[in-house]
């Protein structure tokens, strides 16, 4: 009997390996479908640049002096269904941040701002799950959101398909950026904020931002997951928070060999070595779950939430670019 049990098990973990290579290889079919315009018409910069020619002023919008764009973790299904932590954090960073447009529309995970539940062949599997997701916060089920938006953070950082997913989600960040009062002639500063593996995605869109806006873009990644991105010579900054009890984050100093202080001649390296990068250290933070950097319940000695000292940090490497934020120091 407990041969037959083995030998089940076996067969099951067979089959889940089985299913995650298939889904593996069929994670860029989105991108590459996206590319060959089987969605609409081809892409290109070209076609982008003629749809950002700047509208007249408008005595009725007040146009921010800086925008920023927060790209979520891996466990949201939509740009619009971030979950209480996050919706906290953003208003927190909005109220400290005066003069500044905080915008959280932008799905990080699609190269067409397309949301799990939206136009797809399994929106009814994605519907089912957001509902049993809100029964239960604990549901395994909840593992498959995160499986298949780190497939697509794994898109990002191929250089076989990386560039195609970039360029994508650049133009969902500069169409949701002009919705939002973004004037392309103006060419106003741009902060992109990334969760996990949302800084990884922000990293990859940043060359593509800057050849279409011609506007300077930093990138605060909280906890992000990143590989040596080329992406990352054409940020102005990268701010980088780590919390001493998030390993999850070194992921991506494990895989990617152009994080490997051997290479110096990566991205990474080039990056580190023209001081484009800062590191700051946060505290005992997780990378998800309690304790996590938007966690509010946990606090550090001082008193301090997480979330307050996330929210701080955050505040000065935007208003103080390219020094270490002194918060970092305590």
């Given at each position: 009997?407990?041969?037959?049990?083995?030998?089940?098990?076996?067969?099951l973990i067979g089959?889940?390996?089985?299913?995650?290579?298939?889904?593996?290889?069929?994670?860029?079919?989105?991108?590459?479908?996206?590319?060959?315009?089987?969605?609409?018409?081809?892409?290109?910069?070209?076609?982008?640049?003629?749809?950002?020619?700047?509208?007249?002023?408008?005595?009725?919008?007040?146009?921010?002096?800086h925008y920023v764009?927060?790209?979520?973790?891996?466990?949201?299904?939509?740009?619009?269904?971030?979950?209480?932590?996050?919706?906290?954090?953003?208003?927190?960073?909005?109220?400290?941040?005066?003069?500044?447009?905080?915008?959280?529309?932008?799905?990080?995970?699609?190269?067409?701002?397309?949301?799990?539940?939206?136009?797809?062949?399994?929106?009814?599997?994605?519907?089912?799950?957001?509902?049993?997701?809100?029964?239960?916060?604990?549901?395994?089920?909840?593992?498959?959101?995160?499986?298949?938006?780190?497939?697509?953070?794994?898109?990002?950082?191929?250089?076989?398909?990386?560039?195609?997913?970039?360029?994508?989600?650049?133009?969902?960040?500069?169409?949701?950026?002009?919705?939002?009062?973004?004037?392309?002639?103006?060419?106003?500063?741009?902060?992109?904020?990334?969760?996990?593996?949302?800084?990884?995605?922000?990293?990859?869109?940043?060359?593509?931002?800057?050849?279409?806006?011609?506007?300077?873009?930093?990138?605060?990644?909280?906890?992000?997951?990143?590989?040596?991105?080329?992406?990352?010579?054409?940020?102005?900054?990268?701010?980088?928070?780590?919390?001493?009890?998030?390993?999850?984050?070194?992921?991506?100093?494990?895989?990617?060999?152009?994080?490997?202080?051997?290479?110096?001649h990566s991205a990474?390296?080039?990056?580190?070595?023209?001081?484009?990068?800062?590191?700051?250290?946060?505290?005992?933070?997780?990378?998800?779950?309690?304790?996590?950097?938007?966690?509010?319940?946990?606090?550090?000695?001082?008193?301090?939430?997480?979330?307050?000292?996330?929210?701080?940090?955050?505040?000065?490497?935007?208003?103080?670019?390219?020094?270490?934020?002194?918060?970092?120091?305590?």
């Open positions: 009997m407990i041969s037959d049990l083995l030998i089940n098990i076996l067969w089959i889940a390996i089985v299913l995650f290579f298939i889904a593996a290889a069929l994670a860029p079919l989105e991108s590459l479908g996206w590319w060959a315009g089987w969605f609409g018409s081809p892409p290109s910069p070209k076609t982008v640049r003629k749809q950002l020619s700047p509208e007249p002023h408008s005595a009725t919008i007040d146009t921010a002096q764009v927060y790209l979520s973790g891996i466990g949201t299904m939509s740009g619009d269904s971030l979950n209480e932590k996050e919706q906290y954090f953003l208003s927190q960073l909005s109220a400290r941040l005066p003069g500044s447009m905080v915008i959280c529309d932008v799905f990080p995970y699609s190269v067409m701002n397309n949301p799990l539940t939206g136009q797809r062949m399994l929106a009814w599997f994605w519907r089912w799950l957001q509902h049993s997701r809100l029964r239960s916060d604990i549901s395994i089920l909840n593992n498959l959101i995160f499986l298949r938006n780190l497939l697509q953070v794994a898109v990002s950082a191929d250089q076989r398909y990386g560039t195609i997913y970039s360029f994508g989600v650049a133009t969902e960040i500069i169409e949701s950026l002009v919705d939002h009062g973004y004037r392309t002639d103006e060419r106003r500063p741009i902060t992109l904020i990334g969760l996990s593996g949302g800084g990884q995605i922000a990293v990859g869109s940043v060359p593509y931002l800057t050849q279409l806006l011609g506007a300077p873009v930093r990138v605060v990644s909280i906890g992000g997951v990143l590989s040596s991105d080329p992406g990352i010579l054409s940020v102005d900054h990268l701010y980088h928070l780590s919390g001493s009890k998030d390993h999850i984050q070194h992921i991506g100093t494990l895989l990617y060999t152009g994080r490997w202080p051997i290479f110096p990474w390296n080039r990056a580190r070595t023209r001081q484009k990068i800062t590191v700051i250290d946060v505290g005992p933070m997780r990378h998800m779950g309690h304790g996590d950097y938007l966690s509010r319940s946990a606090r550090l000695p001082c008193g301090q939430s997480f979330v307050e000292r996330t929210v701080a940090v955050v505040t000065e490497a935007i208003t103080h670019p390219y020094e270490q934020p002194a918060s970092s120091l305590a």
